[in-house]
């Protein structure tokens, strides 16, 4: 007997989120065939419609983002043109297969994966209205398209609170059709250092690689403010290189994730001040390190830094308060260490794969459910 089958649709790697979730997918639905499908590697074999995308994308955003891979990559997929041809693409693949399908499952809000008849999944950490992460002007159908989707799905699963609450008020979704079961970490760790020495060094770390939309600028000027008060204070910035020169100030560029885990283990306090965040997975995974955690009143950080208890929040963009912040918890090792502790109970308690998993069951089940006859 044929087995029902699951589709999974993603566009690429999103972090390691589409790994994880899709693994959690086959682990909690060993009954059904799950099938994973990438657009984005669908519609890289066809160079005209890539051309053609380029295209576009230079017309509504302007030629100068073709000459930044970063925005020419993201750019690329927030576009009307590619949205209807991956989804197009889909649709042409799996309609025929459709009476066999019992869900599709897609993340991200970049395309439109429904087939007829079939329940449609979509997880997301944010929508186009709900972290604003740039000043851009989006094209007013790639807006619409984005509108159609989350208004034909028949639940979608959000990673932050922030994103529930637009869909409900900006798009006009019922509050029990959006679901909030956050995001996992990356990293499994069993290191456990609650030393106070460790709290006691003063080291700061970042990790980032949008220097810019994680707040940089703003951590390296709240850094400076504090160097006369704590002339022992460092700060690490991992993951990019801006053009920093302080004899505090070490900066890695891109290194490998065990790297990344060594510069967690050594740190006492990390700091994200992030303009825009959807859902920070890199502050769940220094929490899950036993770092309390200095971030901003933006996108997914109130969800995943308590306030006061694992970590500190400031407005985005306020240096000032990013560097008292951060003084208060140089200056009081303890307390940096009982957060630090803290923000590691919750990273297992609530950023943690299996539990994102088994709160997705009831709400894929019920979706199957209602579509058998």
Known sequence: MTKRKILFV???HFSFTNRSLLAQIRKRYPDHEIIDFDVKAAIKKRPLEVLIGLTVEAVHYGIGVLFDAGERHGYFFK???VFERISSHFREQF???RDEIDLVVQTQGL??????????LVYTDYTLRSVRFTETHFPE???AQEVELYHRADAIAVSASHAKATLVQDYGCAPDKVHVVYIGSNIESDFENFSLARYAAQKICFVGIEWDRKG??????AFLQLTEQFPDASLTIVGCTPAVSHPKIRTTGKISPDEVKEILKESSIFCLPSIVEPSSVAVIEAATYGLPVVGTLTGGFPDAIEDGVSGLLVPIRDSRSLAGALGALLAD???ALEMGRAARKRARETFNWDI?????????DSLMSSARP
């Open 141 to 143: 159908r790639f807006q």
């Open 10 to 12: 993603r566009l690429g």
């Open 79 to 81: 576009n009307p043109y």
């Open 356 to 364: 994102v998993g088994a709160k997705l069951v009831p709400v894929i």
């Open 95 to 97: 309609a025929p297969l």
């Open 333 to 335: 090792p303890q307390r």
């Open 216 to 221: 940089g600028e703003y951590l390296v000027e």
């Open 111 to 120: 395309f439109n994966a429904a087939l007829p008849g079939v329940p449609l």
